[in-house]
């Protein structure tokens, strides 16, 4: 399963209830103001680190670029691109998108 | 009187305007469409203020680049602020230091208050429009 989270996690409780309920193996997608989460000193950051333990996390480089965050991506996180998304949405058999 | 002296005594009334950003810019049009009521509103030649606080921090960071993503970099406006007079820019320091920010990282230079001093700036606004 692939899931895309959207929102700010200091804002809305997406990025928790997904990374609480998200199985053993499956991918995590941070776009837009989700990708804050993965920046160096964020509230989120010891979260998002921890689960990357049992899941894999990308965040989607045009955001973070256009946030001004590129150079402050937490290690362990993977930077996609467009063509980067749509390959996790292919090689996923089904995907959610957090609301 | 006549009906011109009116209309100046009713347009010279100052009031203070607080304008809150509260929001992450790009995600949502807050950011975007505060900025340009705030620049309406000095037209208007009021005193102006702006707060960034919770993720309305974010809107200052330095290095926006936003041509991925195909919209404006509303960023550099936040520097010609200054030539419409609004030199009144107050962040505040734990929404910032909770992000992992500093004044270094912002696009302008700003005034960094404590929980209280901008308790105290928010309690002597006449009008104080959250965006």
């Known amino acids: 399963m692939l899931h895309i989270v959207n929102k700010s996690a200091s804002e809305r409780s997406s990025l928790e209830s997904c ?14 103001d989700a990708v804050y989460a993965a920046t160096n000193g ?22 973070l670029a256009a946030r001004g965050m590129a150079g402050r991506v937490l290690g362990g996180v993977n930077v996609v691109d467009y063509g980067g ?9 089904n995907c959610q998108s957090w609301l | 009187m006549s009906d011109m002296d009116m209309e100046d005594d009713g347009s010279g009334i100052v009031k203070k305007f607080m304008f809150l950003n509260r929001k992450a810019p ?12 705030v620049l309406i509103t000095a037209a208007f030649d009021q005193d102006v203020s702006l707060v960034f606080t919770d993720d309305g921090v974010y809107q200052l960071m ?10 404006k970099d509303f960023s550099k406006t936040y520097r010609a602020l200054e030539g419409y007079d609004i030199e009144k820019l107050y962040v505040d320091r734990s929404s910032m230091e909770a ?7 912002l696009i302008v230079d700003v005034n960094v208050l404590s929980d209280d001093e901008m308790k105290n700036l928010m309690a002597e606004q006449d009008v104080v429009i959250s965006f």
């Open chain 2, 62 to 71: 330095k290095g926006i680049d936003t041509k991925g993503i195909e919209v």
């Open chain 2, 99 to 105: 992000r992992g920010l500093s004044e270094e990282d």
């Open chain 2, 26 to 37: 790009h995600g949502t049009v807050y950011a975007l469409e505060g900025l340009e009521v």
């Open chain 1, 42 to 63: 964020n509230p989120a950051a010891a979260k998002i680190q921890a689960a990357t333990a049992d899941l894999k996390i990308y965040a989607l480089g045009p955001d």
């Open chain 1, 19 to 32: 990374l609480k309920l998200a199985a053993k193996g499956s991918a995590v997608l941070l776009i837009e």
């Open chain 1, 85 to 93: 998304f749509v390959d996790l949405v292919a090689e996923h058999s």
